[in-house]
């Protein structure tokens, strides 16, 4: 199917749908929100996913599969493309938005709990909007115009955020971390519900090209406060080990032209290849400031260990058990230590592998379900 636009102000109603439309902040990249939303379409069937802007070849190609309406922003030009420079719009477009169908499930890092709901609105938070109460982190590195419109709309956005925060009828969370976060932000208390694993190790693997087995993996976005330049640079005082990077964002440019020749950036690839390289890889580095950090869980499904931050959400899911080696600084002289330390560690691949399926999709979804049945 292909994404169409909804009426003027919001979604239409659609008996296909059923009694569920599930609400995403913008469909144009691919990380672990955008997992979620497809997890919340298989738990229900024929709902219609809305959204403000949709990059058919930006996200993942299941999305196709799915009835994914847009609203009016959408038609801007090319914010599609650079979604960030929609932020003076995003509220107001999602303030004019509707869902009539009787539970709108809205997946918000900071824009989709502000549609307007008809029935009742359950928000899965994956972190209050960074921009606006993690800004010295988030904005780390960032153009210079993008903190000065930043700091001219923030007092509105944290009022408008407020406000769309204190509409929801229930708040779900994906960490014990956000869980504090939502509770001092907007003093709402959250159920922890974690994001599932759906990216399976029997499936479809396709080797990247010119790249032999036994290198270590990255895979994140390029964004500041992922860290990956710091990963990038331990490799570089590690000449004999090899590093693999997969995924896109603003720093891909900067990051390939001072990356030194044992580390490979592969910019985004399909499901296949990340599958082939979360197979082939020693072990993942881990250095982002996660509020779950759902990667290494990825990676323990393919037995594979994980070199972590020792912060955030990997301490509430990946560093409570002892198959994991970390560090304490996303700083390069820290990570290569730890990388250092792990060629010795004795991983346990059961144990590993063990821990990969309590995040299970079956239970993330008969919960997602179990919440929506509780509705009016």
């Known amino acids: 199917m292909t994404a169409r636009d909804t009426d003027p102000d919001g979604t239409r109603p659609d008996p296909a749908a059923g009694r569920v439309t ?23 069937p024929g709902a219609r996913v809305v959204t403000s802007l949709y990059d058919r070849d930006g996200t993942y190609p ?15 030009p090319g914010l599609r493309r650079h979604h960030r420079l929609a932020l003076p719009v995003l509220a107001p477009a999602f303030s004019a938005g509707r869902v009539r169908t009787p539970v ?28 606006l109460y993690q800004a010295d982190e988030y904005l780390r590195d960032r153009h210079p115009a993008y903190r000065v419109m930043l700091s001219a709309c923030g007092p509105g956005l944290r009022r408008w955020d407020h406000r769309a925060a204190r509409s929801a009828a229930r708040y779900l969370v994906n960490s014990e971390l956000v869980r504090r976060r939502v509770a001092d932000t907007y003093g709402i208390e959250a159920e922890v519900l974690h994001p599932p694993v759906s990216l399976l190790a ?18 994140s976005r390029l964004l500041p406060y992922k860290n990956v330049d710091a990963v990038v640079a331990a490799f570089a005082a590690l000449p004999e080990e090899r590093l693999v990077v997969i995924g896109g964002g603003p720093l891909l440019e900067r990051l390939s032209a001072s990356a030194p020749a044992n580390v490979r950036l592969c910019g985004e690839v399909d499901d296949a290849s990340l599958r082939w390289a979360y197979g082939a890889c020693r072990a993942l580095i881990a250095a982002s400031y996660e509020d779950f950090g759902l990667t290494p869980v990825e990676a323990a499904g393919f037995a594979k260990p994980t070199v972590a931050l020792r912060w955030g959400g990997y301490l509430e899911t990946v560093l409570t058990y002892a198959t994991i080696q970390g560090f304490d600084a996303p700083d390069p002289a820290h990570i290569a230590r730890a990388v250092v330390r792990a060629r010795s560690w004795n991983w346990s691949p059961t144990a590993i592998t063990a821990h990969s399926g309590t995040f299970s999709r079956e239970s993330f979804r008969r919960r997602l379900q179990e919440v929506v049945g509780d509705a009016p």
């Open 22 to 44: 599930i609400v995403h902040d913008y469909l144009t990249q691919r990380g672990g929100a955008e997992r979620v939303v497809l997890e919340m379409a298989a738990a229900f």
């Open 62 to 76: 299941a999305f196709r599969d799915l009835d994914v309406g847009t609203l009016a922003v959408d038609r801007l």
């Open 104 to 131: 709108a499930l809205c997946s918000s890092s900071g824009w989709a709990h502000g549609i307007r709901a008809e029935g009742t609105k359950i928000v899965y938070c994956h972190n209050p909007p960074r921009w």
């Open 202 to 219: 029997d499936g479809p693997a396709t080797p990247l090209e010119g790249v032999d087995d036994g290198f270590h993996l990255c895979v």
